[in-house]
Every structure is written in structure tokens, then in C-alpha cells.
């Protein structure tokens, strides 16, 4: 069976810095589009960035140049590094394995999802 386990995240005040990382199991993440996706208390699950076709990036406008989704193929996991974290940041982090032959921000478009890891920026 495939797993995501998310990792990472935590408690950190507004312009520190989190890598969340994304080991998978069950299934190899070479040809699949992985993505990270946030939902925060009240709010609707929204995608964050996506990684796939060996460097192709997609990012949310209020992530970009604060963000970077990698992985390393090796080791079958992928990560997400946050830099200047503001408070609007908080939220659960979810990562995600899809196809690259779908659509990159819907959230039906993924296959397989991790259970979260609680990313906190306090003021």
C-alpha cells in the first residue's frame, strides 16, 4: 500500500524558516507530479507548489520566492523548504502524488495524500 508520511513541521516565529519532507512507500515518485497543499482552521485545502517532468515548478503567488519544493529521487521523498514565514502561513501541510498528465491545482487530480503535519508561525 502506498504512504506518504509528511515531517517537519512545527512551531516558528513569523520570518523563520521549516523543510517539510515527504517520505513515500508503497510506490516510486520518479514519473508522478508531487505537490504540497496547506488548510488552514476554517478554510478550504489550497495548493502551494507542485514538482514534476524532472524540474518543472508551479507555486501559489503568496508562496513565491519564499518557497521551494524539491526531491530527491534516491530516496523517494520529496520537500518543501519555507523561508520568511509569516503567520498567514499556519496551516496543515499535505503532500500529494499524482499524474503529470493532469491538472496541477485541482485537488482531484491527486492520487494518494499524506495525513498532514501542522506548520505553526506565531506573530
Known amino acids: 500500500q502506498v504512504q506518504l508520511a509528511e515531517s517537519g513541521g512545527g512551531l516558528v516565529q513569523a520570518g523563520g524558516s521549516l523543510r517539510l519532507s515527504c517520505a513515500v512507500s508503497?510506490?516510486?515518485?520518479?514519473?508522478?507530479?508531487m505537490a504540497w497543499w496547506r488548510q488552514a482552521e476554517g478554510k478550504s485545502r489550497a495548493f502551494v507548489a507542485a514538482h514534476w517532468s524532472g524540474d518543472m515548478t508551479l507555486y501559489t503567488d503568496s508562496v513565491k520566492g519564499r518557497f521551494t519544493i524539491s526531491r530527491d529521487n534516491a530516496k523517494n521523498t520529496v520537500y518543501l523548504q519555507m523561508n520568511s514565514l509569516k503567520p498567514e502561513d499556519t496551516a496543515v501541510y499535505y503532500c500529494?502524488?499524482?499524474?503529470?498528465?493532469?491538472?496541477?491545482?485541482?485537488?482531484?487530480?491527486?492520487?494518494?495524500w499524506g495525513q498532514g503535519t501542522q506548520v505553526s508561525v506565531s506573530s
Open positions: 508503497g510506490r516510486t515518485i520518479f514519473g508522478d507530479r
Open positions: 500529494a502524488a499524482g499524474s503529470p498528465y493532469r491538472s496541477i491545482t485541482f485537488s482531484w487530480a491527486y492520487d494518494y
